[in-house]
């Protein structure tokens, strides 16, 4: 429905009027500079092109409103499926670090067929990425 068959359904409607026109008188009284205001209060009347500009303003801002909903969920969706990923990693890295400490040998890992101990190979690449994942995880639950 247009702000301009939305208006004047309110035109005919005493209740819904007063309303707005509540609403109008305190928004004049409202500090609110960050709107331009082109009348006074002294010079308001809710004529049928105000409720018009009213009207199409709430509907505006409702869009607005409904848009940026919509963009929340969004995000909301994108946070649950890296949450999901960052965990999934995390557990594939615990499985892997539970072989730590057992005296397993990898060969042929530089191509050469000597053997090399597998923790070795760990410490060198260190745990900072586990590190990471769990702090991202914490800081997300603590935020949470």
Same mark, same amino acid.
């Given at each position: 429905? *247009? !702000? ?5 359904d ?10 707005? $026109?509540?609403?109008m008188? #305190?928004?004049?009284?409202?500090? +609110?500079?960050r ?6 209060? =002294?010079?308001?009347?809710?004529? @049928?092109?105000?409720?018009?500009g &009213?009207?199409?303003? &709430?509907? !505006? !801002?409702?869009? =607005?409103?409904?848009?940026l909903?919509? @963009? ?7 946070? @649950?499926?890296?949450? !999901? *990923? ?7 890295? =615990?499985? %892997? /670090? ?6 397993? $040998?990898?060969?042929? /890992? ?6 090399? *101990?597998?923790?070795?190979?760990? +410490?060198?690449?260190?745990?900072d ?6 702090? #991202? %995880? $914490?800081? $997300? @639950?603590? =935020?949470?």
């Amino acid at each position: 429905m *247009a !702000a301009e068959e939305l208006a004047g359904d309110v035109m005919e409607n005493e209740d819904i009027k007063a309303t707005i $026109t509540t609403a109008m008188l #305190a928004w004049f009284d409202s500090p +609110d500079s960050r709107i331009e205001k082109d009348i006074s209060k =002294e010079q308001f009347s809710l004529d @049928e092109e105000t409720v018009v500009g &009213f009207v199409g303003g &709430f509907m !505006a !801002a409702t869009e =607005e409103v409904e848009s940026l909903k919509a @963009e929340i969920d969004r995000l909301k969706d994108e946070i @649950e499926r890296k949450d !999901a *990923a960052l965990r999934s990693s995390l557990s594939e890295l =615990e499985s %892997l /670090w539970s072989l730590y400490g057992q005296g397993l $040998t990898v060969y042929g /890992w530089h191509l050469n067929g000597d053997g090399e *101990a597998l923790d070795d190979l760990f +410490d060198a690449n260190s745990v900072d990425a586990m590190d990471k994942i769990k702090n #991202a %995880l $914490t800081k $997300t @639950e603590e =935020e949470g």
